[in-house]
C-alpha cells in the first residue's frame, strides 16, 4: 500500500521558518502533480503550492516568495520550505501525488495525514 508520511510541522515564531517532508513508502513512476494544501479552522482546504508534471511550479498568492516546493526524485520525498512564516500560515498542511507508483497499474490521488504548522505572534 502506498502511503505519505509528512513531517516538520512545528510551532515557530512569526519571521520564522520550518521545512515540511512528505516521505512516499513506495517508488513515483510517474506524476500529474505533486504539491502541499492546508486548512486552517474553519476553512476550506487550499493550495499552498504544487509542481505540475514537465516543472512548472504554482503557488498561492499569499505565500509567494516565501515558500519553497521542491522534490527528491530519488528519495521519493515532497518538501516545502516555509520562510518568514506568519500567523495566518497557521494551519494543518497535507500533502498530495497524483501519479503512478510501482506496482500499481493505475493513476492514483494519495494523501497525507498532515502536519500541524502554529506560527505564534
Known amino acids: 500500500q502506498v502511503r505519505l508520511v509528512e513531517s516538520g510541522g512545528d510551532l515557530v515564531q512569526s519571521g520564522g521558518s520550518l521545512r515540511l517532508s512528505c516521505a512516499a513508502t513506495g517508488s513515483i513512476l510517474s506524476f500529474k502533480t505533486m504539491g502541499w494544501y492546508r486548512q486552517a479552522p474553519g476553512k476550506q482546504r487550499e493550495l499552498v503550492a504544487r509542481?505540475?508534471?514537465?516543472?512548472?511550479?504554482n503557488y498561492a498568492d499569499s505565500v509567494k516568495g516565501r515558500f519553497t516546493i521542491s522534490r527528491d526524485n530519488a528519495k521519493n520525498t515532497l518538501y516545502l520550505q516555509m520562510n518568514s512564516l506568519q500567523p495566518e500560515d497557521t494551519a494543518v498542511y497535507y500533502c498530495?501525488?497524483?501519479?503512478?507508483?510501482?506496482?500499481?497499474?493505475?493513476?492514483?490521488?494519495?494523501w497525507g495525514q498532515g502536519t500541524q504548522v502554529t506560527v505564534s505572534s
Open positions: 509542481i505540475i508534471n514537465g516543472g512548472t511550479t
Open positions: 498530495n501525488i497524483n501519479g503512478v507508483f510501482r506496482g500499481h497499474p493505475y493513476t492514483g490521488d494519495y
